[in-house]
């Protein structure tokens, strides 16, 4: 994107294919000088958005998160020039775990899912196990807090049920030892 044949070689792919979804990235090897920084990150924007509207396409763009501080939880929000913040239409987060969350107040309602895994017609796909979904939400949350609540405060993690905790609890139940074991905290 930073080079004018690069831009063309993409508009002439989008030209011969009309795809519906543009799935491009990781947005700091686009750039033309450092992401970071305002000019160079509106010079991406105004690529990808001639092409969406030239083509009348979506977009789907990798950004990347930072490193945790101080051994804490890593930020949802990608790194980047402030510009990114109001650029996007919905910004979503995927944990390592395949859990979607959102980072970045959508501008209309839209049915995610609430996590993704490896493999299907696509590198990942929805992932529709309700107990491998509250798992994966169960480990982000112990990631993100450093400790392993009690079943009682998991409870009130928004968009997992109690039945579906104690099902992901007991489908895994050696990695919850586990975790217990790293993190510590009140298992009861």
């Known amino acids: 994107m930073n080079r004018p044949a690069d831009l063309g070689w993409l508009q002439e792919r989008c030209a ?70 109001r650029w996007f239409e919905f910004g979503l987060h995927l944990s390592e775990t395949g859990t979607l969350t959102h980072w970045r107040g959508a501008r209309d309602e839209r049915d995610w899912p609430a996590a993704l895994k490896r493999g299907g017609e696509w590198p990942w796909t929805v992932d529709g196990r309700v107990t491998e979904q509250a798992w994966s939400r169960i480990v982000d949350h112990v990631v993100a807090t450093r400790r392993v609540s009690s079943l009682r405060d998991l409870e009130k993690t928004p968009g997992i049920s109690k039945s579906a905790i104690q099902r992901a609890i007991a489908a895994h139940r050696v990695d919850w030892q586990d975790l217990q074991d790293v993190f510590g905290g009140d298992p009861s």
């Open 16 to 85: 011969l294919r009309r795809p519906d979804l543009l799935a491009i990235g990781p947005v700091y090897k686009m750039a033309g000088g450092n992401p970071n920084e305002g000019p160079t990150a509106k010079a991406v924007q105004d690529a990808l958005d001639r092409l969406r509207t030239t083509f009348d396409l979506a977009i789907l763009l990798e950004m990347h998160t930072g490193h945790g501080v101080s051994s804490g939880a890593r930020p949802t929000r990608p790194v980047g020039a402030s510009e990114w913040l």
